[in-house]
């Protein structure tokens, strides 16, 4: 067995010693003598598996009893139309504010624009390509709107807030897909927060969505796979939830937890993208097109000074066992992503290439 | 490890050699020094993950290239919604016949009345507790109606057609969530399939559904994944599939093709299921509540003729390895789910404990 450094933007990494436990755990899950796939839902072992799992994800994130957190369906990309179908109850009149950061924010806003038409932008960064977070005075809120909506990490762009955005008594809502526990959040800042699970939670096939309670149930008669609220009354059971990807989530907040917590997590990735970040701006060799205020510790965008030397770059770099650096076609380049699971010698590994990379074709 | 048979209903029972295989390539698939889990779903490894997947099932079941297969999240209960906002192009003019044969049938009917008002039953087995599959001339088919649904078998009641209804040129829709694979089915014959992956396929989480290429983008400005031609059109990429179901999928589907094809799965059912329902049938101490002939050879309901000692079966039972034989509760009793991966023994070793206990007890 090989084990490369994965700089994946997602599915990513995840940490060896949940694989380990999986891997052990396929055949017979604890004596049970079957496999968690191969479990009922319904039955005991596996119900004490995903009360766990939410259970976890309250206690590190610090989650009220006024909020529901839910494991649903169809990642980020239908919670773009589920949250307008939840949170907007009268179409014709209501409005919701949008901040636009990045292919996802773009993504969220189109499918909102099917639901009802005054969907409005709050403020955007595409005229720099969406290489900064807009500050709050550049935030048009209008404050009757029934939410706005925020992406919290930019995978593409490489941004990330450092601030939430105060919206009044308007709910905020944040895809987090790309940062959720990653450092501490105030869920109570927000209205509902929603995140894929293959970045920093788990593999891809469960969304989590953690929505605060007087949120739901402001529609009647909507598909049942799309209403939080008969998802809640249910505990995410409505029908077979994805059993499998909850049990490893369950395994990567047990992890997690194991090692700290989020404010570890966090303390890590200061360290990680710090360390990578330094190594950018220490050289005239590369260059990192975010603005340094917005940058993200999740996904590391860079380029080279020679960008004709980036298929080399990443030819050497999957020699040395550090893959899936290729950076996204909108911003060109590389892309690292450094998430909770991206331990910090797989950094080290690719600072040193890079300097390796430099030396050789500087 | 110990390992039991396992008569869940779903999540259920998967053959042995997917589970080893999945247990051995759980920290590096096949030498690329990650889990498959890990891996990006654009990565070269993962698109030969899913092409092969769905090449695999293209193959077993005959499906024509007039067809798209995709690969979704949310189960068959988002298809119960996804079926009529995707084949009704004018929800005030059109209407759709439905085949009611059991609790699924009714949450279908009931979430494409959510969609348009017009749904009708085409045939219904209610009046005897769906202990039956309707006969071809009992329905009143509509030939003006947009479709025909049917459940081609039924989990709870333990109910299967054994014949492919007729419904002239009106598209049939079924959810065969419960026996594909189980047997030979001409897909030609219907406009669409689905299935949750959770009884014949694989682990839950991922949807199938089989779709007439003319039965999709009748509607503009849906919902991007509730689309099926958005979906086709990207190859059931449009956003982050689930990854690591599809991947077991496709092991269930190798496995399927190794020990020779749809026809052996039916072979082998037929033979565990005679067998099943003559101890049942031979037997006055146990009873089957279904018409013979529209008896399922995936899900065998039984009662006991004492029924205070149904605990005491379910105990004695568990503590012999045979596990998850207790029925729902519409049905009472006892339910032995025998999908593809339920090996004879399995039967066997419940047909000679249901001899031991009713010599004990008789």
Redesign the interface.
């Known amino acids: ?4 450094y ?1 700089f ?7 940490p ?1 010693p949940v ?2 436990r ?2 052990d755990e ?3 899950y604890r ?5 968690v ?5 319904r ?1 005991k072992d596996y119900m004490a598996i995903i009360a766990n799992a939410e259970a976890l994800l309250r206690e590190l994130m610090g989650i009220g009893e006024d909020y529901a957190v839910l494991f649903l ?6 919670q ?2 589920m949250i307008p179908m939840n949170l907007i109850h009268d179409p014709a009149t209501q409005t919701a504010d949008y901040i636009m950061t990045g292919s996802w924010s773009e993504k969220a806003y189109a ?1 909102a624009k ?2 009802f038409a005054d969907v409005r932008q709050a403020a955007s960064s595409k005229g720099v390509n969406y290489s900064r977070i807009p500050r709050q005075e550049e935030l048009t809120l209008n404050p009757g709107a029934a939410y706005v909506h925020m992406t919290s990490n930019n995978t593409i762009f490489g941004t990330e807030y450092h601030h939430v955005p105060e919206t009044g008594a308007v709910p905020l809502v944040a895809d987090a897909s790309s940062n959720i526990l990653s450092r501490p959040v105030d869920v109570s800042r927000f209205g509902l927060i929603y995140a ?1 699970a ?1 970045k920093n939670l ?5 969304t989590v969505v953690i929505v605060r309670k007087d949120l739901m149930g402001r529609n009647a ?6 209403d939080y609220q008969a998802q809640a009354k249910e505990g995410s059971m ?8 909850i049990y ?1 989530l369950g395994l990567v907040l047990e992890w997690v937890k194991e090692q700290g917590g989020v404010a570890e997590m966090e303390r890590r990735n200061i360290v990680k993208a710090d360390k990578l970040y330094a190594a950018i701006d220490g050289s005239p060799f590369y260059a990192c097109p975010t603005e340094p205020a917005s940058r993200s510790r999740m996904n590391v965008p860079f380029t080279l000074a020679r960008p004709e030397l980036t298929d080399a770059f990443l030819a050497g770099a999957k020699a040395a ?1 550090l ?2 650096l290729k950076g996204h076609r909108s911003v060109g380049g590389m892309r690292a992503s450094i998430y909770n699971a991206m331990p910090e010698a797989g950094v080290d590994a690719l600072i040193a290439f890079m300097r390796e990379f430099e030396r050789s074709n500087g």
Do not use: W
């Open positions: 067995m090989r084990r490369v994965n994946s933007a997602g599915p990513a990494v995840l060896v694989l380990e999986a891997r396929m055949l017979d004596g049970c003598g079957m496999s796939m191969e479990m009922s839902h039955s369906q169809g990642g980020a990309t239908l773009f139309s499918e099917k639901i894929g293959q788990g593999p891809s096939g469960v008669n909507m598909p049942v796979m799309l409505l029908n077979t939830p994805p059993t499998y990807a490893i066992g893959v899936t």
